[in-house]
């Protein structure tokens, strides 16, 4: 347990072994926290607990700093397990004690848990006095789950915000200024990509409903990653600018390719992008090899993306399937985007993609590229001239 503030302890996990997370869904490289927060004064609050694997160590540690029938109130912000899984073993111990969350926090944590604890539903406004301090509940839905809230804690000015305003970052470092900032950023906008990106118009009003409180902010206690306590309105900056469909002068080129021939078709766009215009960012990802979750940040930083694939039984390549889902559901908002592939037969792939594309809500700049079989000269020339044109069509001026 470590203290953050006079009375307020830090008392989480740090997961340096996590790779995958939600299943396999979003990769780790950095592992990860689970932040849980104990704030001591006349009365005692916990604030989220750990994931399930980890929920008898922190019971035990939580023990060995405090008698468990001295916490008055545990605070569940948010249902899914890496928060709550803790909350199993912990109730053991402390059957009656109240917890407060809000009602789809109620209904979840039943969900998942089977368990008729003594619930304590709470909605914007409502407070728990401590003695000197309050802890005042904020309603925080689909940021990113339902039944997500924040919690700010008066006279610390400290605004426990979960999931928001985190990233998957294992440190022991606890504080974001002693962490490296460029992999700390990288893990936030990472985060925010693919988890937050669906819910870009209620992040921004969120903050803006916070803004509107009008509270001094020391620190942003989030759960997962470091504690925000040098500057910590800055990655609250960073979320408002990145809620406005965000871009930067970047064009992203994923494909997959079984002999080359799309591969191929990628590296001949590229050279085309880049004759016109020798400062976009371009990047080139095969798919089938690459992070999906890395590529999704790159997708998210880009003002046009291009997807390649081979004709197929009538189809498209599975790993360019799965990115097509993948970004179907994050609802990506003012980007352009282009599709590409070899066929040898029937030729389906090109149409299937811009299908799935404008599904995504992308803007179409073309009607897509076929070439057959292996691209030849004359082929890849056609790429260059195709990759001139969506270097032309995607200039836009930079938001200031
Ligand atoms: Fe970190 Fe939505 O759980």
């Not at 347990?1 to 396999?24: A, P, R, S």
């Not at 903050?207 to 942003?220: A, T």
């Not at 900056?237 to 997959?256: G, H, L, M, P, S």
């Not at 599709?339 to 811009?354: D, L, P, Q």
Request: with cysteine; net charge negative.
């Amino acid at each position: 347990m470590k203290e953050i503030k006079k009375g307020v302890f830090w008392n989480g996990k740090v997961d340096w072994e996590i790779k995958k997370f939600h299943g396999d869904e979003y990769s780790t490289h950095r592992g990860t926290t689970y932040n849980s927060y104990l704030v001591k004064d006349k009365k005692t609050a916990l604030i989220d607990t750990v994931w399930s694997p980890f929920g008898a160590e922190f019971v035990r540690n939580l023990n060995n700093q405090i008698s468990l029938k001295n916490i008055d109130y545990v605070v569940a912000q948010h249902a899914e397990i890496d928060h709550s899984g803790g909350l199993a073993e912990l109730m053991e111990h402390i059957p009656d004690t109240p917890v407060y969350c809000t009602n789809n926090g109620l209904k979840s944590l039943k969900g998942h848990f089977h368990k008729d604890w003594n619930f304590m539903p709470v909605k914007t406004g409502d407070k728990i006095n401590l003695g000197k301090k309050e802890l005042l509940f904020i309603e925080a839905p689909m940021l990113h789950w339902p039944d997500s809230m924040f919690s700010y804690l008066t006279e610390d000015n400290i605004l426990f915000s979960n999931d928001a305003f985190g990233q998957h970052l294992a440190s022991e470092m606890l504080y974001n200024d002693l962490v490296d900032q460029a992999e700390l950023f990288q893990e936030c906008i990472k985060y925010y990509a693919n988890i937050l990106t669906p819910f870009s118009s209620l992040v921004e009003k969120k903050i803006e409903e916070f803004k509107s409180l009008n509270v001094p902010v020391d620190m942003i206690c989030s759960s997962h990653g470091v504690i925000w306590r040098d500057n910590p309105l800055q990655i609250v900056t960073k979320y408002f600018d990145w809620a406005k469909n965000y871009r930067e002068n970047q064009i992203t080129i994923v494909y997959d390719t079984m002999w080359n021939g799309t591969g191929n078709m990628a590296e001949a766009i590229a050279k085309g992008i880049k004759s016109v215009d020798d400062k976009v960012v371009v990047k080139l990802f095969n798919i089938s090899h690459a992070d999906k979750n890395d590529v999704v940040t790159e997708v998210f930083k880009s003002k046009t993306l291009l997807v390649g694939s081979p004709t197929i039984n009538r189809g498209i390549l599975s790993a360019v399937a799965g990115f097509m889902e993948q970004i179907r559901g994050l609802k990506f908002k003012e980007k352009k985007a282009a599709a590409f592939g070899t066929y040898g037969w029937s030729g389906e792939s090109v149409k299937m993609i811009n299908q799935g594309l404008e599904n995504a809500g992308f803007e179409l700049l073309e009607s897509g590229l076929k070439s057959t079989w292996n691209p030849d000269e004359k082929s890849l020339n056609e790429c260059v001239d195709f990759g001139k044109e969506i270097a032309k069509k995607s200039k836009y001026t930079q938001p200031q």
